[in-house]
């Protein structure tokens, strides 16, 4: 299977750079599946989508300000450090920018702040371990000096602003440890949520900490050849339990993202029920991959040639795809991660 065969051209002007206000007033696209029909809404009539007894799966994982700026301690050069993942209390594995100017041994400081970091050990390429000190204020500081990590495709020449902060997260995220939003949770409101759950609608939490490979373009030309780098992902029992009890009484699973559908597909058995747990998971969704919970998927409109966008054309087919890309294009949809979105049922 070829990537190239994932590919479309998406005009520059297309690439929302800001979000809309509400966060439900965005454009919905609905793809019935079976019929082949497309629809156009807004997303505050996602409810009548929806049916009484279903469950719609959210991703509450929270995005840190992982982007740092400090300046070397040996010569005041300038340095970036992209937070990736915590190994333990103040010490993470991180991006560096410029990587051949930092080795191991590196102190680095950060202007206004007490913060300190020094690198331990590159690792491979631009990646390394960090550890940053005083420990006791280690969160504190990190949200002083960081900054939201907003894709490179959202431009922000003087860099993130405050309304960035609050509107590149969802308003149920509370798990922290994402350096990347799941952008089709951005649209909801609390009022839609509550509309939906007044409707008889479950709602359902689960966290899956999207990592810095959603900014990431695959790089093999053949589609089998690729691998998704692993992500942390939680389902505890009680939400385990809701999925379970739904897909049993006949009702549709309906997951809000890429992200949401990895971690219940990754923790799916053969019988078709949701384990509980936590664990990492690697699994790459492309064409040909057999769904064994998801029924219902809300997205945004992905990168040409990602793994989101393969993700999607494994649930609805490649030429059923593309085919609704086209016409969002057409209509003017606004993609990626300030973009509008599509339910696919």
């Known amino acids: 299977m070829k990537l190239e065969d994932f590919h479309y051209h998406l005009p520059k002007d297309l690439i929302a750079q800001q979000p809309l206000t509400p966060r439900d007033s ?47 301690i040996e010569t005041g ?43 331990i050990n590159r690792i491979e390429g631009s990646k390394a371990i960090v550890e940053f000190n005083p420990l006791e204020k280690i969160t504190q500081l990190l949200t002083k000096v960081g900054q939201i990590p907003l894709p490179p495709y959202i431009k922000r020449p003087t860099g993130p602003t405050f309304r ?3 509107r590149y997260q969802t308003v149920y995220a ?41 900014f990431k373009p695959l790089s093999q030309a053949a589609v089998e050849k690729n691998v998704v780098p692993r992500e942390y992902f939680k389902i505890d029992d009680e939400a385990a339990a809701i999925i379970n009890r739904v897909k049993e009484k006949g009702h549709r699973v309906v997951a809000v993202g890429t992200t949401t559908t990895r971690a219940l597909e990754t923790q799916t058995a053969r019988s078709g029920l949701v384990k509980s747990g936590e664990r990492w998971t690697t699994l790459f969704i492309y064409p040909g991959y057999k769904f064994k919970i998801v029924e219902a998927l809300l997205t945004n409109f992905h990168m040409p040639g990602s793994s989101l966008i393969l993700l999607v054309a494994a649930f609805i087919g490649k030429e059923k795809l593309l085919a609704a890309y086209r016409e969002a294009i057409k209509r003017r949809y606004r993609f990626l991660s300030f973009g509008d979105a599509m339910l696919i049922i």
């Open 26 to 72: 965005c454009r919905l696209m609905v793809l019935h599946r079976k019929r082949g029909e497309i629809e156009h809404r807004r997303f505050s009539e996602l409810g009548q989508f929806l049916r009484q007894g279903d469950v719609v799966v959210l991703n509450n994982t929270k995005v840190i300000p992982a982007r740092l700026k400090g300046r070397k």
């Open 164 to 166: 960035d902060r609050k």
């Open 174 to 214: 509370g798990e922290e440890g994402a350096v990347a939003a799941p952008t089709a949770g951005l649209h909801f409101t609390s009022s839609l949520l509550q509309s939906m759950k007044r409707d008889r609608i479950n709602i359902v939490e689960i966290t899956l900490h999207t990592g810095w490979a959603s």
């Open 77 to 119: 050069g300038k340095v970036e450090i992209f937070l990736l993942q915590e190994k333990k209390v103040g010490s993470w594995e991180c991006l560096l920018r410029p990587a051949k100017r930092l080795k191991g041994g590196s102190q680095i400081f950060f202007p206004g702040t007490e913060l300190k970091a020094e690198v």
